[in-house]
């Protein structure tokens, strides 16, 4: 949790890696709408069985990975979605 200053004051708000955590672990956990939010954020599809599965082990260099892979990727969609659009009046 990280905390910010807004109009309305202070906030905590959670990083992409916090956020990535809790992705994975759920992901681990079988939750399906965390698996599809991995599955769409690994551009590499073959990777995630295998991280999956070493997580499931405790394999904690790949519940490490895993999550740095999440995080970046959730990195680079709020960059793109927040890119200027070219021609747009905003």
Known sequence: METIETDEGKKEVMNSWAFASMIWTNAVAGN?????IANELFTNKDEISTF???S???NKS????AIG???F???D????AF??????EY
């Not at 399906?32 to 599809?36: K, S």
């Not at 890119?83 to 747009?88: I, L, T, Y």
């Open 52 to 54: 999956l599965e070493a």
């Open 56 to 58: 499931k082990a405790g």
């Open 77 to 80: 969609k709020l960059a793109e």
């Open 69 to 71: 892979i999440i995080a």
């Open 83 to 88: 890119e200027p659009n070219k021609g747009s």
């Open 62 to 65: 790949a519940i490490a990975g």
């Open 32 to 36: 399906t709408n965390a698996l599809a």
């Open 73 to 75: 990727a959730l990195d």
